[in-house]
């Protein structure tokens, strides 16, 4: 089949130039070695580069020098298995400042299959990683403020999984933080039959999404079990979306021995009142 008959026939360069100019975003067209032809009129507005020094691997000149070497090995991946793709990367803006982007690139094939060229997109996503940072700090605060707590707080995601344990609840345990995220963390720490007993218990709590609580036998690192009182609290971002649980881990262990120390001396008194009551009837 002739080039002029293919149904995929790459638009010539007035054609693709005027269609990337047309875009409401930054835009190029790249060669199949992955060497730029063009860039769009937006590129060039927003970076401050003309399009004849954007040409060939002039584009990397608005890149963020710490970005580039992760950039460019990521492209080459790309042209090297002709697949499209993404990356996250600094673009400096005409005034030297450099902000995040998304770039998404796709190849564009003949009918013989052959990649004619690579379009490609960046959408300003500064935002968004302002926003991420930002985020990443206060939880990274909150988890020093988790970690100055003497009592073991443990953080769960929306359907009751940790995620994260505080240095009281580590110390306790002797787990590291690579075991708290473990499918199998409750069940190295908790006893075994205070499991079974609060499962369904559990896991209606989590569904209604209010706070409750439950008291179960937790194994400290030195192999013996002591009772905690394990309150949990949803909490909510500002659309009152549910986004982690709080759990904190009081211990009961000697308030629990008080009981059953109660329990056991009101039982033997009881039953001490029984035998007293028989003898009394036996004997007249």
């Known amino acids: 089949m002739r080039a002029s008959d293919s149904r995929h026939q790459h638009p010539n360069t007035a054609e693709s130039r005027a269609i990337l100019d047309a875009l409401p975003a930054i835009a190029w067209c790249k060669l199949p070695d992955g060497s730029n032809e ?12 003309p ?8 584009w990397q000149a608005a890149v963020h020098p710490d970005d580039l070497p992760k950039l460019t090995e990521k492209w080459a991946e790309m ?3 002709g697949t499209g793709g993404e990356f996250e990367g600094r ?20 009918d013989a299959g052959e990649i004619v060229r690579w379009y490609g997109t960046s959408t300003d996503i500064d935002a968004l990683k302002q926003a991420e940072a930002k985020l990443g700090e206060d939880e990274r605060a909150l988890r020093r403020i988790t970690d100055a707590i003497p009592q073991n707080i443990v953080i769960l995601d929306t359907d009751g999984s940790p995620i994260y344990a505080n240095r009281a609840t580590l110390d306790y345990t002797g787990l590291a933080m690579a ?20 499962r369904y218990q559990r896991q209606a709590a989590l ?19 002591r009772w905690f009182l394990t309150r949990y609290k949803p909490f909510h971002d500002e659309q009152g979306r549910l986004v982690s649980w709080y759990a904190t881990g009081t211990d009961i262990d000697d308030r629990k021995r008080a009981e059953d120390r109660m329990r056991n001396e009101n ?13 009394e009837e036996i004997v007249g």
């Open 207 to 225: 569904a209604d999404g209010l706070p409750f609580e439950l008291e179960l036998r937790t194994l400290s690192k030195h192999g013996q079990y």
């Open 51 to 58: 399009e004849d020094e954007a040409r060939g691997q002039g």
């Open 38 to 49: 063009f860039v769009n009129q937006r590129w060039q507005d927003y970076t401050g580069i």
């Open 179 to 198: 075991d708290v995220v473990r499918s199998d963390f409750r069940t190295r720490i908790f006893h075994p039959e205070d499991l079974e007993r609060v």
């Open 91 to 110: 673009l400096r803006r005409r005034d030297g400042v450099f902000r995040w982007f998304l770039a998404r690139f796709e190849p564009v094939r003949d």
């Open 79 to 81: 042209v090297a298995s």
């Open 267 to 279: 039982v033997a008194l009881r039953e001490e009142i029984v035998r007293s009551s028989m003898f």
